[in-house]
């Protein structure tokens, strides 16, 4: 497998800051996984995803070392432009997520693909199929600028996929969204890792995450604690240090091998507790 | 709306008709012909269905200004035929003439004006500009300012109710909402800065400066009138130049 993103001791200071936002970070993505990025508040998440979005050190200026590498070629040697092909960036704010120049859904989705220059035939085409993927089809008519949080999330969202990225950097895609709705986001996500796509994600529906991630990479303070599978770091008694939240399961099992019930491994979705718990075969209604 | 043959029109063809009237209000003599084009806009504007709206915009934007500079002129111009004094105010045929003049020429052509911005979609006029070479970064200044404005003033609003919240006084005496003004209009405006910064990331995020030709899901087409219309101005415009200065 090759390594699709690539970060060898990274570091960075926003520019009238004291302090590095990110500390000496290396890690390397492979092609096709999905990896989420936890950590608390201000540990450094976002910065993360600009970084690999090549925001930092195109956009933001500041103090960047180490090395970016985005596909076998290094950041700086990409133009700004040319990473918005290859890199598809869903940021946290869905307010501001809105070209401010469509006036209905249809053509705000569309957007992306017009700069790309890609046909118009062909641009009608993919619109239609992404509407439908995130099930915003009813909103095609309405204008962005009048949609609800939710909705806008998924506009959002639905305009970066539209412009078929090998790489997506998501940042918290669904802090406005319902439970179902949260669901049909990962489901949507997972499709793209179908396809191939190499997912980024910034998240803390812990839950999810053990659920659909492939990796985990821990930042806390500005540093790259933990990284590896997902399983692997939950695992680690390490992970408890850094106050991150457990998926439920886990928590749950933890306090039972905490009063003594011992489990045969640690589960970290829901439908493995009972697995965990009846490691001698016996089934539970007998 | 689309079965209208005057706003099926390509933009351009509007605006050079629009700039056809400008110049033939200029090049002809005299205030009656300039009077005599605005029912022809009126026409026009009942023709494409927007009578009212342009009535009323020329009502309120035009006639004050226009009562206006008829008075000044009719009482100020340097002249002497005197018609009627009164004190120090007199009123002389040549103001009289320079103010029909005048006014009717900034009727004709402000009229001229706001009918096209009445007949012609904004954004279609931008596309045209940009078919025309305008470069997509100007177009998108133009159009993004149209739709912030209106984002702007419900922010103003928002803002506003959480500065009643923290008890700014909103509502009174003229003296009061002026005073109100500064922690709304503060805090719209330093976010209206802040926000630009997420906007240029949002456009890049959707491959703004890709280096390519971008594409349009908005398309304009001409038909032969667009094509023919243009040269029929401008010939006329032509012969009118040659009849005012050499006959």
Redesign the interface.
């Known amino acids: 497998m090759t390594a699709m993103i690539d970060l060898k001791n990274v570091s960075y200071r926003y520019p009238v800051s004291d302090d590095s936002v990110l500390k000496n970070i290396s890690f390397s993505i492979e092609k096709g996984k999905f990896t989420a990025i936890i950590g608390n508040n201000g540990s450094g998440k976002t910065t993360l995803c600009n970084t690999i979005?090549g925001?930092v050190p195109h956009?933001y200026k500041g103090d960047l070392d180490g090395e970016v590498i985005i596909d076998n070629t290094k950041i700086t040697d990409y133009?700004?432009?040319?990473l918005?092909?290859k890199v598809?960036?869903?940021?946290q704010?869905p307010f501001?997520?809105?070209?401010?120049?469509k006036?209905n859904v249809f053509?705000e989705v569309?957007?992306?693909?017009?700069?790309?220059?890609?046909?118009?035939e062909e641009?009608?085409v993919r619109v239609e199929e992404v509407l439908k993927l995130v099930k915003i089809e009813y909103l095609r008519d309405k204008n962005p600028?009048e949609l609800s949080g939710g909705q806008r999330q998924r506009v959002a969202l639905a305009?970066?996929i539209v412009?078929d990225p090998e790489i997506l950097v998501i940042d918290e895609p669904t802090s406005q969204l319902d439970p179902i709705g949260t669901q049909q986001i990962f489901e949507i996500i997972r499709l793209m890792k179908e396809r191939g796509k190499t997912i980024v994600l910034v998240e803390h529906k812990m839950d999810l995450i053990a659920e659909y991630a492939d990796d985990l990479l821990v930042m806390h303070k500005g540093e790259l604690v933990m990284q590896g599978p997902v399983r692997d770091v939950l695992a680690d008694p390490a992970f408890e240090k850094y106050q991150i939240q457990y998926p439920h399961v886990t928590e749950i099992a933890l306090q039972l091998q905490k009063s003594g019930i011992p489990l045969s491994f640690l589960p970290i979705r829901d439908e493995e507790l009972a697995e965990a718990l009846n490691r001698t075969g016996v089934a539970v209604h007998d | 709306m689309k079965q209208n043959i005057l706003l099926q029109l390509h933009p351009m063809t509007k605006f050079y008709f629009t700039l056809f009237l400008f110049a033939i209000v200029l090049i002809l003599p005299g205030y009656l012909f300039s009077f005599a084009l605005f029912p022809v806009l009126l026409l026009i504007a009942l023709f494409a269905g927007v009578l009212k709206e342009f009535l009323n915009i020329v009502l309120k934007a035009l006639l004050s200004v226009l009562v206006i500079i008829f008075i000044m002129q009719m009482l100020f111009y340097p002249g002497e035929n005197v018609l009627w004094g009164w004190g120090i105010f007199e009123i002389k045929q040549e103001g009289l003439l320079y103010g029909l003049l005048l006014t009717s020429r900034i009727l004709a052509i402000g009229s001229a004006f706001i009918l096209f911005f009445r007949i012609t979609e904004v954004r279609d006029f931008v596309k045209s500009l940009e078919d025309i070479g305008l470069p997509p970064m100007g177009a998108y200044v133009v159009l993004s300012t149209l739709q912030i404005i209106p984002e702007m003033r419900r922010q103003a609003n928002t803002i506003m109710e959480a500065q009643k919240t923290r008890g700014v006084e909103t509502e009174g005496s003229v003296l009061v909402r002026a005073k109100a003004f500064i922690p709304t209009l503060t805090p719209l405006i330093l976010s209206s800065i802040a926000g630009t910064e997420e906007r240029a990331i949002t456009l890049e995020s959707r491959a703004f400066s890709a280096p390519v030709k971008k594409t349009s899901l908005h398309q304009l087409t001409k038909s032969n009138i667009d094509r023919a219309l243009p040269i029929i101005f401008a010939l006329i415009v032509i012969g009118l130049l040659v009849w005012r200065f050499f006959f």
Request: glycine letters at 16%.
């Open positions: 979005r925001f956009f133009q700004l432009g040319q918005g092909e598809g960036y869903v940021f704010n501001i997520q809105v070209s401010g120049v006036d053509e569309a957007y992306g693909l017009e700069n790309l220059g890609v046909p118009v641009i009608k600028f305009s970066i412009m």
